[in-house]
């Protein structure tokens, strides 16, 4: 079965950092593109950014909204994605998901991120 | 950056009648390849997303029929032919040509 699980959520106060990963399993992980959208509490969906694969030389984009302040990596080796988040703001609050491919076809369930 | 708007922001529909969503992007969604990146999703309430129609029509896999998208350059609309109630949500149209850029979402009630 394919699957997307995303892990490292929690509190966290403004200013500090926190890393969420993203694990796969049941997909050739090192062939997709992987990316994390966050929806804040009652609100849409926004892209964070996205990491490409490693035919694409692992290049990496990122909304406005965090450019500086997060980073995306990956291990293929391990079928893991990483979200780096620094210098936190209560605004980066909400549930965070990562997802596959060019048109999101794949969803984990997401990690609560509370920054307070 | 793409600006995407959808149209209404919620709806209220009889179990058996149509439903129809309209998203306008502010850029052309056609790539140089002649395919248009624009998709549609429905978050059901405390689930993950999940993709129905890829490239403006597509259907993806396991998707019933009733569902169908349509439109082109900056034009696009999903139509739900007779609505369920198992497809109460919330729907986002979103563009891949840029940034992913997601619409408001349109909630959509029986």
């Known amino acids: 079965e394919e699957q997307l699980v995303e892990s490292g959520g929690g509190l966290v106060q403004p200013g500090r950092s926190l890393r969420l990963s993203c694990t796969a399993s049941?997909?050739?992980?090192?062939?997709?593109?992987i990316s994390w959208v966050r929806q804040a509490p009652g609100k849409g969906l926004e892209l964070i950014g996205f990491?490409?694969?490693?035919?694409?030389?692992?290049?990496?984009e990122y909304a406005a909204s965090v450019k500086g302040r997060f980073t995306i990596s990956r291990d293929d080796s391990n079928s893991i994605a990483y979200l780096q988040m620094n210098s936190l703001k209560t605004e980066d609050t909400g549930i965070y998901y990562c997802?596959?491919?060019?048109?999101?076809?794949?969803w984990g369930r997401g990690t609560q991120v509370t920054v307070s | 950056d793409i600006v995407m708007t959808q149209t209404p922001l919620s709806l209220s529909v009889t179990p058996g009648q149509p439903a129809s969503i309209s998203c306008k992007s502010s850029?052309?969604?056609?790539?140089?390849?002649?395919?248009?990146?624009l998709h549609w999703f429905l978050q059901k309430s405390g689930q993950s997303p999940q993709l129905l129609i890829y490239?403006?029509?597509n259907r993806f896999s396991g998707v019933p029929d009733r569902f169908s998208g349509s439109g082109s350059g900056t034009d696009f609309t999903l139509k739900i032919s007779r609505v369920e109630a198992e497809d109460v949500g919330v729907y986002y149209c979103?563009?891949?040509?840029?940034?992913?850029?997601f619409g408001q979402g349109t909630k959509l009630e029986i």
């Open positions: 979103m563009e891949s040509i840029h940034l992913y850029s």
């Open positions: 990491i490409r694969s490693k035919s694409y030389a692992e290049t990496t």
């Open positions: 997802n596959r491919g060019w048109y999101f076809d794949l």
């Open positions: 490239e403006v029509s």
């Open positions: 850029q052309s969604l056609v790539y140089t390849n002649g395919k248009t990146y």
């Open positions: 049941g997909i050739t992980f090192g062939d997709n593109l």
